[in-house]
């Protein structure tokens, strides 16, 4: 059982998201300014952009059929993936819009269009309801508007935000996702724009550099979402944090369980260390997996020490430039089964009715 | 060099900085011209992750970081893999940042307008 927890599904031109949007917004998006090319709307807030751009240099779709077959060919079929998580794309940097109504209504014109030009074509593929976390009670709306969908196993922000998701601005998000019985998964990127801390004392310059420090914030919505008691406000709620590294997670929680123990006065409503809360409601997805010059056991150990049999779940940020092969993955041999899909059929339990497709998926399209 | 080597294909196939891949004894190879009629072969396969390593671009590299500057050079002297994008030089199939990681390369010869892959 494979399940790939980050699974990019681009669009040919955000154009795609015209007909989805109303009248009065899709004026912002036809007449107003762009921030680049027509067409490449609204990636420009990227402070950082790849000098080679994101994606594998093997794959490159231009119309939205070829993307739909490109990944069925090189990823679904090539690797026998029995679920694919869709996580979009340049949707996710809504976030970095001032303007909250703008900002949702492209989530939600996004949302519509992955169903009709995603979901739809493959039972393998499975969603996550983009929100614009500026906005929490707009973002509620959506969750509760999308939330009961089969097809919709995940709510999904970016990690570059305005505050630490623990914050209690975000809880309306929270409240919606317990209630529709939804995880909610941070991925990388909405760094720029009115996200203006993504990288802590300052922004770097160099794309690689920066990459390599994506840790940073969800280091800061871990500790969030634990100490301003998310999980005991919502104790079957699963975060999903989605390439931003981990092998970060263990000594922060060796830090958080012994600063909470000297000073729990100060969040009297938790009620276990930090790390329980970890191995119970959090989880992490792979890809990228760090990669130790040292030697791969160090790597091992560290992952062992986040419980990471139990916390960690396949992703291979498919077609982008640093895309994880199923086969590579560097985790203990015995762990892999978990990894690959056990923990994920957990997390994800819109999955666990969905039937396992053990045969080619259905093309309905 | 022994013997007359595989056939390939054609020299006017491949054009600087386009390589072409081709099928030889069943295994997926890129055929380089990096200048001067200057011909060179890569297999497909990228020693790092097993990734498409020669249909990524044929390019140059910044060569010069003396003085925290940045100048541009090796134009065609190097293939950046499709994958991971790690930069390859097409002559002896190092990895610049990590020169332990050899791509495999073979050696080719020019016979006319007909380009011969030697195993
Ligand atoms: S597979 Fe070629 S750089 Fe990773």
Not at chain 1, 57 to 65: A, F, G, L, R, S
Not at chain 2, 29 to 48: R, V
Not at chain 2, 97 to 105: F, G, L
Request: glycine letters at 8%; aromatic letters at 10%.
């Amino acid at each position: 059982m494979i399940v790939d927890c980050d699974c990019h599904n681009y669009w040919s031109s955000a154009e795609v998201l015209l007909p989805y949007l109303d009248e009065y917004h899709r004026d912002y998006f036809t007449r107003g300014e762009q921030p680049g090319p027509r067409g490449s709307f609204p990636n420009a807030n990227r402070p950082w952009l790849h000098p080679e751009g994101f994606k594998r240099m093997d794959i490159n779709p231009e119309t939205q059929d070829e993307q739909y077959r490109i990944m069925k060919e090189k990823h679904l079929d090539a690797y026998n993936i029995d679920y694919a998580i869709m996580t979009g794309d340049e949707a996710m940097e809504a976030s970095t819009i001032a303007n909250p109504f703008y900002a949702h209504a492209l989530v939600k014109a996004y949302n519509d269009w992955l169903i009709d030009e995603w979901l739809s074509r493959d039972s393998r593929l499975k969603g996550s309801i983009m929100i614009a976390p500026q906005a929490p009670d707009l973002a509620a709306q959506e969750i509760r508007r999308l939330g009961h969908r089969s097809d919709m196993v995940q709510v999904l922000a970016s990690h570059g935000t305005e505050r630490p998701y623990g914050n209690p601005f975000y809880h309306p998000i929270f409240e919606a996702c317990a209630e529709v019985g939804l995880p909610f998964a941070i991925h990388l990127g909405g760094q720029g724009g009115i996200n203006t801390n993504p990288i802590a004392a300052g922004p770097t310059r160099y794309f690689w550099e920066t990459h390599a420090l994506l840790g940073q914030s969800a280091q800061t919505h871990v500790a969030s979402m634990i100490a301003e008691g998310v999980f005991e406000k919502w104790p079957e709620l699963y975060f999903i944090v989605i390439e931003c590294g981990v092998a970060w997670a263990a000594p922060i929680l060796w830090r958080l369980d012994a600063d909470y123990k000297a000073l729990r006065k100060e969040t009297p409503w938790l009620k276990m260390l930090p790390s329980e809360y970890f191995r119970r409601n959090i989880r992490f997805t792979t890809q990228p997996l760090e990669q130790p010059e040292t030697g791969v056991e160090h790597l091992w150990s560290i992952l062992d020490a986040m419980y990471g049999r139990e916390t960690l779940m396949f992703a291979s940020d498919y077609p982008h430039w640093d895309y994880d092969d199923v086969q590579k993955l560097h985790i203990p041999p015995e762990w892999r089964g978990d990894v690959l899909g056990n923990n994920a059929m957990q997390v994800y339990r819109r999955l666990q009715n969905a039937g396992v497709n053990t045969t080619a998926a259905v093309e309905t399209a | 060099m022994n013997g007359q080597g595989i056939h390939a294909c054609k020299a006017s196939d491949v054009a600087p900085g386009q390589q072409k891949i081709v099928r030889i004894n069943n295994m997926p190879i890129g055929i380089f011209e990096i200048g001067d009629g200057e011909y060179h072969a890569m297999l497909n396969i990228c020693p790092h992750r097993g990734g498409q390593l020669c249909e990524g671009p044929q390019c140059g590299t910044a060569v010069n970081g003396g003085d925290f500057g940045i100048e541009y050079g090796r134009r065609n002297e190097l293939v950046r893999c499709a994958w991971h994008g790690w930069e390859f030089d097409i002559r002896t199939g190092e990895a610049l940042a990590d020169p332990k990681m050899k791509a495999k390369t073979f050696e080719v010869s020019v016979h006319g307008n007909d380009l011969y892959v030697h195993m």
